[in-house]
């Protein structure tokens, strides 16, 4: 099983940029898939979810400017993420899991980190 993350980049303060993460080897129509992130010198932390009823969840720090989404045809979900901040800077990290609402230690499959920078 794999998770691809991709859509990193370096934008300006105020600029939008869309993640995509590709799973294969498996099918996680019936998971809760997220995004999490860690900057530099700091933990991983989470930045959203959404079931597989859809139902959404975000980091305070987030809401309203970033938004998940999924196609379980494509086995694909996305981060676009607005109005970036230089404080959104950092590896951005995909993942799955089998819970409805898990903490982060209930995600079972992990993608390899795509880089955010946001400069000032």
């Known amino acids: 099983v794999q998770l691809q993350a991709s859509g990193g980049g370096l934008v300006q303060a105020g600029g939008s940029l869309r993640l995509s993460c590709v799973a294969s080897?498996?099918?996680?129509?019936?998971?809760?898939v997220g995004w999490f992130r860690q900057a530099p010198r700091k933990e991983r932390e989470f930045v959203a979810a959404?079931?597989?009823?859809?139902?959404?969840d975000y980091a305070d720090s987030v809401k309203g400017r970033f938004t998940i989404s999924r196609d379980n045809a494509k086995n694909t979900w996305y981060l676009q993420m607005n109005s970036l901040k230089p404080e959104d800077t950092a590896a951005y990290y995909c993942?799955?899991?089998?819970?409805?609402?898990?903490?982060?230690?209930?995600?079972?499959?992990w993608g390899q980190g795509t880089l955010v920078t946001v400069s000032s």
């Open positions: 993942a799955a899991s089998p819970f409805r609402r898990p903490q982060t230690d209930g995600y079972d499959y």
């Open positions: 080897g498996r099918t996680f129509s019936t998971y809760t």
């Open positions: 959404i079931s597989w009823t859809r139902d959404t």
